[in-house]
Every structure is written in C-alpha cells, then in structure tokens.
C-alpha cells in the first residue's frame, strides 16, 4: 500500500512554455502533499505544501505565481511550471502523507527546458 | 533554517564491505528518518527513529537516534551492488521534512 505516482516521468519542453505534473496517492486519500525540487548532485528541497482544497503554502524564495500548484481531490495534485526557463530543469518529486503520518514518496519528474 | 550535515559525502566500497554514515545537527529533533534514493527515482524509507536512544535494525541495515538527539547514525552489513544510492538522512515533522546533505555511496565487485 502507500503508491504514489507522478506523470510525466519525464518531459522536455521550450523556454517560455509550460508544463504540468501530475501526482497521485493510488491506493491511499492523501490530506496533505507536498513537491520537492532536486538539482543534479543535491539534496530535496520542498517548494511547497498543499493540503486539498487549501492554497498551497510555499516556502520560502519559491515563486507561487511560477510554480501553481493544485490540490483539487484527496489523490491529485498537480504542479505548474509557468513560463519555465533552462534554470527550472530539474527533478521534481511530489510525496503524499495521509493526516498527519509518513510521507510517501513519488518516482519523480525530470524537467528539462531547453 | 536547519540543516542535516551528512557524512561522508561519498563513498566508494567493496562488496562485502559494512558501511557507516552519519548525519549531525544543530537543532534537536524528535524523529530521524533515514531513506534511499535510486539513480532517477524518488527517495524510500529504510528506517524511522521515534526515541533518542533508539537503534533499530531493517535486514542488513541499523540506524540509532543518538541520545543529543542531534544526532544520527546508519550502517549497512555486507554490502551488496544493489546498495548503491544516496542514502538521506531527514528529519523534521509530519507536516514538514528536512534532507540532509546525503552519502553517495558506490559499491564495487
């Protein structure tokens, strides 16, 4: 139990364009998920914190208004990359905790901007 | 804001070879967790650490929770190729997790 899956795995896109990532909690109802940002060679930065049907609360120096994020149902949540440049190319991983208890990790997305 | 200074940051090991890494901090925390991330995959739990004192074992791998609660340790009996990763420790809340540096670690035949 506790699958959580991202789509795409992967996606190139064009500068100026962008791009949505999908995460899903499939077997659990997910009250809080969260995305994470890692450059090649370092650590998960969380971006940001959504709880459905809230706002997500952004950390800080993230730009809400770039990185839109949804959490319309207990098992979806979505990350927009708006208007994305070289300089957002990186892994994206989303995790899913299920009130208050371990967060569960997705497989993660490469963004690659070109 | 907190940081998890892992060490060492890379290793390279031999097959058969146990494995040690830790992790320090400047803050007390409450939980340790420790996770490994495949090359291109999202990071799994190994082992979760709930007292300070606690040493708690998973197969071939061994965690403690140091009793500063500053601290943290993981090792991996007879390492095997497919311990390869970067191991994690965490640390933090439900509602917020923090990654420490990591440990590279490449094990060779």
């Known amino acids: 139990g506790a699958v959580v899956s991202q789509h795409p795995s992967w996606v190139i896109c064009k500068s100026g364009t962008s791009v949505k990532i999908e995460c899903r909690s499939l077997d659990f109802q997910a009250t809080t998920m969260f995305w994470y940002r890692q450059f090649p060679k370092q650590s998960l930065m969380l971006m940001a914190t959504s709880n459905e049907g809230s706002k997500a609360t952004y950390e800080q120096g993230v730009e809400k208004d770039k990185f839109l994020i949804n959490h319309a149902s207990l098992t979806l949540s979505t990350l927009t990359v708006t208007s994305a440049h070289p300089e957002d190319s990186s892994f994206y991983i989303c995790?899913?905790?299920?009130?208050?208890?371990?967060?569960?990790f997705g497989p993660g997305t490469r963004l690659t901007v070109t | 804001g907190q940081q998890l200074n892992q060490s060492p940051q890379s290793m390279f090991i031999q097959e058969g070879e146990d494995v040690s890494m830790n992790c320090t901090s400047s803050?007390?925390?409450?939980?340790w967790l420790w996770y490994k991330q495949d090359p291109g995959e999202g990071p799994v739990l190994l082992i979760a650490l709930y007292k300070a004192g606690e040493l708690t074992s998973n197969g071939r791998l061994t965690a403690q929770f140091g009793i500063t609660r500053k601290d943290s340790f993981l090792n991996i009996s007879a390492s095997i190729p497919s311990d390869v990763g970067i191991y994690f420790c965490?640390?933090?809340?439900?509602?917020?997790?923090?990654f420490g540096t990591g440990t590279r670690l490449q094990v060779t035949l």
């Open positions: 803050s007390i925390f409450n939980t």
């Open positions: 965490v640390s933090g809340t439900a509602s917020k997790l923090t």
């Open positions: 995790s899913a905790s299920r009130q208050g208890r371990e967060q569960y």
